[in-house]
């Protein structure tokens, strides 16, 4: 027997139709790539964002078609995700500290129809225009006289331009399946090239529903939430559809992401709850210390994205009085999986208890299931202790990667059921908490951007006088990990440090070159020849990064 209720597909245009019925009036700040500070609403997002709808409506696109952005935090963006997902196209975000070669490959694979870009990256988005040749639509996110007369990107118009031919008048979005795709997002946080996660309209809202329980992000609409987070991140953890579900006041940072600008953002914003990688407090914690600065209306901050450090942790809470709320979870998992926020029974523990549980990557968010598992896939105890490899499954994780890349990335129990495995491992306690202890994937984290580790021991192959190359992570006060490069050189060859880090220079993104080469004789080598990365670690344990 079937229910009878309503049915409705979840689909992302009810979020801002909802935001300008009941929330017009609330607040979307936003510094901008010129610096100054834009001050619109929702329900001026609502409206621009149907005149988006109505301006890719006109380029006769098909329903699926991908429309990227390489965008900062910004209110643009934001009209950008309800106009291009309400109408049923897809919106890719680009990540724009990429190497050029690396975003023209990503473009290319995700066959990508439009592209929108802020003028920051006007630069980049030259340098790649004449390989991207799905690209039919260049828009440059600025007012129609900041456009340059002579980009040399063919078609190319402004964006003000572009959807103020088109009214804001009542639009019919358009009703559709609410599983069929609403935007997508690439990572290199596997091996190979890079894969996407492909969301869907309901594990969209599903995951807005989820993240903005009290006990996950808690948001509401008495909250000032200032995603430090890229949107091009993740769509930044989602705070942009849970923003609109609740009808919050959003503030975007735009480029400006040092101590200072991020601490004045706040304090004239009366921002309540902030969201970003350690390295983003790493530089607002230091501005304030240098400057003994307050925080007047800060309560929480969202730490995720790579593990917080307890001393951070600390300084939130006992200098500054701000709940640090330390999230786990990933780019295949849209991406919340784990909270930590503190049990009933918990708020009782001494301090040190309490913040023995704070450094936990949290439990489960309803919505996510997990589990640790054994090499053979049998589940462990939840006993704080055993660890494992972490599984997670639930409706706002990946199924596959984007055109099935790479196979069937699940492991299936006896029932039959898909799990994704996350390449963490972990421990769960009794109480549910799980604590991430090590990373089975090969790649390396810094300041929240992943680098792969092969790509790194690519290049320094291809120098004539490397044998073997292993790329590990050290851990980094500022940018939480950076890589080296560990180097057997050829008998007889010669290369220096400083000529192999050169032989990096225009081969990938600056910040993915290695820190240091260390040569060594051997690199220590498993049954089957693969790398030992474990042991190689162990015996560099004595090793200190270059500090310059
Ligand atoms: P991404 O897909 O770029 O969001 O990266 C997801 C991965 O980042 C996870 O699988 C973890 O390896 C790592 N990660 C995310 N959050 C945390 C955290 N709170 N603590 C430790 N590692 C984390």
């Known amino acids: 027997m079937l229910g009878q209720m309503q049915s409705q597909p979840l689909l992302i ?21 010129e610096g100054d500070i834009h001050r619109s609403s929702w329900g001026q997002v609502a409206r621009r964002a149907r005149q988006v709808a109505r301006a890719i409506d006109a380029t006769g696109l098909p329903f699926g078609s991908r429309v990227a952005t390489l965008a900062w935090n910004g209110y643009r963006h934001l009209e950008l995700y309800f106009g291009v997902s309400g109408t049923g196209r897809v919106l890719h975000t680009l990540n724009p500290r990429l190497h050029p070669e690396q975003l023209v490959w990503i473009v290319n694979h995700a066959e990508d129809s439009a592209l929108c870009f802020d003028m920051t990256f006007l630069p980049l988005v030259q340098a790649v225009a004449a390989k991207c040749p799905t690209v039919k639509h260049w828009v440059a996110l600025c007012d129609a006289d900041k456009l340059p007369a002579d980009s040399g990107i063919p078609g190319l118009t402004s964006y003000e331009a572009w959807i103020g031919g088109h009214s804001d008048a009542a639009y019919n979005w358009p009703e559709f399946d609410e599983n069929s795709a609403s935007s997508m997002c690439y990572t290199s946080g596997t091996t190979g090239n890079p894969k996407a996660a ?29 995603p430090v987070v890229p949107m091009f991140h993740v769509n930044a953890w989602g ?25 004045e953002l706040i304090e004239n914003e009366k921002v309540t709850m ?30 995720g994205g790579s ?25 295949e998992m849209s991406p919340l999986g784990t909270v ?37 896939g049998r589940e462990l105890p939840w006993d704080g202790k055993s660890f494992g490899d972490l599984l997670v499954r639930g409706p706002w994780i990946i199924a596959s990667y984007y055109k099935g890349e790479g196979g069937d990335p699940l492991r299936y129990d006896e ?84 000529e192999l880090l050169a032989f990096y220079e225009g081969k ?17 080598l498993g049954a089957t020849g693969k790398m030992q990365k474990m042991t190689l670690r162990q015996q560099l344990k004595d090793y200190a990064l270059p500090t310059a």
């Open 415 to 498: 029932h039959g059921k898909g799990w994704f495995p996350t390449g963490d491992v972990a421990t769960i306690d009794p109480d549910g908490f799980m604590q991430i202890t090590d990373r089975s994937k090969d790649v390396i984290k810094s300041g929240g951007e992943w680098i792969s580790s092969i790509d790194v021991e690519n290049i320094a192959m291809a120098h004539p006088a490397v044998a073997m190359a292993a790329c590990i992570g050290m851990k980094h006060p500022k940018w939480d990990e950076r890589p080296i490069v560990v180097v057997v050189k050829k008998p007889g060859a010669s290369v220096t440090r400083e």
């Open 198 to 226: 492909l969301y869907s309209h309901r594990s969209t809202l599903l995951h807005a529903y989820g993240a903005a329980l009290p006990d996950a992000l808690g948001c509401s609409a008495r909250d000032s939430i200032l």
């Open 508 to 524: 990938t993104a600056k910040w993915q070159i290695p820190d240091d080469v260390v040569f060594v004789d051997a690199i220590p």
């Open 274 to 303: 902030a969201a970003g990688v350690p390295t983003v407090w790493q530089m607002l914690l230091g501005h304030m210390q240098q400057n003994n600065l307050r925080f007047s209306t800060l309560k929480r901050t969202v730490i």
């Open 13 to 33: 245009s009810a979020l801002i139709v909802h935001a300008e019925r009941h929330h017009a009036s609330g607040e979307i700040i936003s510094r901008r790539v």
């Open 340 to 376: 930590c926020t503190l049990k009933n029974a918990q708020t009782q523990l001494p301090p040190e208890e309490q913040l023995k549980v704070r450094l936990k990557q949290g439990r489960a968010v309803y919505g996510v299931d997990m589990k640790i598992v054994d090499d053979e």
């Open 239 to 263: 705070l942009p559809y849970s923003a609109a579900a609740v009808g919050c006041k959003l503030v975007f940072p735009g480029p400006a992401l040092d101590g200072k600008s991020v601490y």
């Open 307 to 331: 593990a917080c450090p307890p001393a951070m942790i600390n300084a939130f809470n006992d200098t500054y009085g701000v709940e640090v709320l330390h999230a786990w979870g990933m780019t």
